[in-house]
């Protein structure tokens, strides 16, 4: 494949996942994906501890550990486990909760399903094409969408650009 070709193709894929096409239909896309066949010994040898126990086994990392809390520069955050594309950085926004934030998500590029972990339902958010746990959205944040997506900075890469 060629670099243009490379180029184009990580374009058209940003694009895409700005589109508010549904949630399950973009993880039908990624169906087919090398991400989802890998094993949990091929995750942990992928992935830093913390990652793998967030993204893997949907865990949660200590509020205000994460550097990616702190990141004002300009460019993207992809899924620490496989690099799709999640949040443009002028959607993150400072919700004082010690987690990464942000009002907006490239719709397609997630999948979500109710969790009853804690006793009541709270919506999950995971990558679509690696499934790994993101965090959860809540109905408290910012206009224009109201919503906040509270994530885990060891399930995110920070690309500036």
Known sequence: MSRRHLFLSAGAMTVAGCSPEAAQASEARYANSPFRRMTAAQWRERLPAASYRVLRQAGTERPFTSPLDDEKR????????????????????????????????????????????????????????????????????????????????????????
Request: glycine share 12%; with cysteine; proline share 7%.
């Open 74 to 161: 300009t460019g993207t955050f992809v899924c620490r486990g496989c690099d799709l594309p999640l949040f443009r950085s002028d959607w993150k926004y400072d919700s004082r909760t010690g987690w990464p934030s942000f009002w907006q998500v490239m719709a397609a590029n997630i999948g979500t399903k109710t969790d009853f972990d804690i006793g009541i339902p709270r919506t999950e958010y995971h990558c679509a094409r690696c499934l790994g746990h993101q965090g959860h959205v809540f109905d408290d944040g910012p206009r224009p969408t109201g919503k906040r997506y509270c994530n885990n900075g060891v399930a995110l890469k920070f690309v500036p650009t």
